[in-house]
Structure formats: C-alpha cells, structure tokens
C-alpha cells in the first residue's frame, strides 16, 4: 500500500507542476501580449504613395480599413473615363497638410507595411479618405462609406471597380504578365480578404 501511495503522489506532483508550468507559461504569454506597445509614429514629413499608402525613409505604411484605387486604375462618371487612383493620391495628399500626420499601428501587413491610423489637422485620414469617396472601406468604415454612396461622391458619383477586383481582374495582374501562379495568389487573397 505504501508503495502505491507513493506512485500516486509522485503521479500527482508532476502532474500538478505541468499544470502549474503551463499556467505561468500562459500568465507570462497574456501580459507580454497585453504590454506590447502599440507602434506610434510621429514623423515630420510622409510622402503619399498612392490613395492608402504612405512612405517616410525607407519605412513604407499602408491605411488600415480602407482600400483606394490603384494609381493606374481608371472610374467613369457622366459616360467618361476619369483617372480615380491619381485623384485617390490627391486627395490622400490633401489631407496631409505638409505631409505631417500622427499615425499609430501595430500590425504588418504581407508586404511587411506597418498598418496605420492617421490623424492630421483633427481629422482621422482614414475615415476622411471613405467620406470623400475616395477610398472604399476595408473592414471598417462601413457606415462612412454608406453615407458617401448615398452622396455620390468621389468614386460614387458614376461607376468603378473595386480596387480588390481591379487588381484580380486585371490591373496589377496585367502588369506581371502571363504568370499563372501571380492570378492564383491574387484569388486566394481575395478569397481570404487580403488587398
């Protein structure tokens, strides 16, 4: 008896230090991820790339929860053909006084872009961007971009591609040429909701 009683307190005591190791290791995982900074960026100067991206340096930074037109990509209103993608980078522009924004992010996307809100002269460029019309919403704003439909501004005042579709359909598809693999990864991103 004393012999199994001993088997069952040493099956007990390692059972119980790998609970116990796995509970810390979960306690340590919660407050490392709870105690990541969030990344703020307050730089002097962006470019703007193109309607949902901007650079400073070499770091390159992409609007979270919008999509704009791609600088090549063309929109019809009143029966003509309009170049929306260099109208989405105006505007981008135009809401950067001097270029200057506070932009906060925390997450990459696949092309190791840091995705940012912005904030210029007490507008956030993001949902600003989706107001005009000039970008749709990606996962957020959906309510802003409802409200520039009904307006009919920017890309609501006629007909457009969504940029998502314009470059599966053709528009950054196009530019790579005939690479079957390049028009597969394109719909698996669609399928999964990356831009």
Known sequence: MEKGGKVARSGGLARDSFMTFAFLALLGLLAWKLNKPVETLSFEIFSVIDGDSLASGEQRFRLQGIDAPELR????????????????????????????????????DRYDRLLVTCVAGGLEINREMVRRGMAVSYGEYQADEAAAKAAKVGLWAGSFERPRDYRQDGGVTARRGDDPLAAVGDTIRGWIGWP
């Open 73 to 108: 990509q063309q929109c019809r209103r009143e029966g003509l053909s309009w170049d929306c993608g260099v109208a989405a980078r105006a505007a981008l522009g135009q809401l950067l006084p001097g270029g200057r924004a506070e932009c906060r992010g925390g997450q990459r």
